[in-house]
């Protein structure tokens, strides 16, 4: 009996435990700043073990959601389930040119599949429980985002 209240303390006790940073590489080539207004989109190219910063830009109050496209080369989908998209929140130092380590913490990692394209819904603010219509080969973050957490990040590979 007394194992078991150690075991339900310790298994307590490691679910309260804080997000741990990783450290992260990679250029960074693209700076993607999105303003939360409707159908607002902007676009990146990204290449492997590149990485792009997402920054959202003016009022914020009432953004519920980002939804990320990618769209997959032949040759990547000739690869599959080889190369990875990994999304980070809370990265320090701040994002700029020239500096290639990083440390953040994971909030979304996802092997990419053979398809054309995939669709990543990241929410952000008051959106749980909105039930989006993805398409398939769709994935959403289960951790809910605030304007807080960006600049956001998404390198290509893993």
């Not at 054309?116 to 959403?140: C, F, K, T």
């Not at 951790?143 to 390198?155: Q, R, S, Y």
Request: charged letters at 20%; hydrophobic letters at 45%; aromatic letters at 10%.
């Amino acid at each position: 009996m007394r194992l078991k209240a150690i075991l339900a303390v310790l298994s307590i006790c490691l679910l309260c435990l804080p997000a741990v940073a990783e450290e992260l590489r990679g250029l960074l080539v693209a700076e993607v700043r999105l303003r939360a207004e409707p159908a607002y989109e902007q676009s990146a190219g990204l290449a492997l073990s590149e990485m792009a910063a997402v920054r959202l830009e003016g009022d914020t109050r009432f953004l519920r959601g980002l939804r990320l496209e990618l769209l997959l080369s032949n040759l990547l989908k000739q690869h599959f389930d080889s190369f990875a998209l990994a999304i980070y929140r809370r990265v320090s130092p701040e994002p700029r040119p020239g500096l290639m380590a990083y440390q953040g913490e994971r909030i979304f990692f996802q092997y990419l599949p053979y398809q054309n394209r995939i669709y990543v819904l990241l929410p952000v603010g008051g959106m749980e429980g909105v039930d989006d219509q993805l398409p398939a080969g769709s994935y959403r973050v289960e951790t809910l985002l605030t304007p807080e957490d960006f600049p956001c990040w998404w390198p290509s590979s893993r």
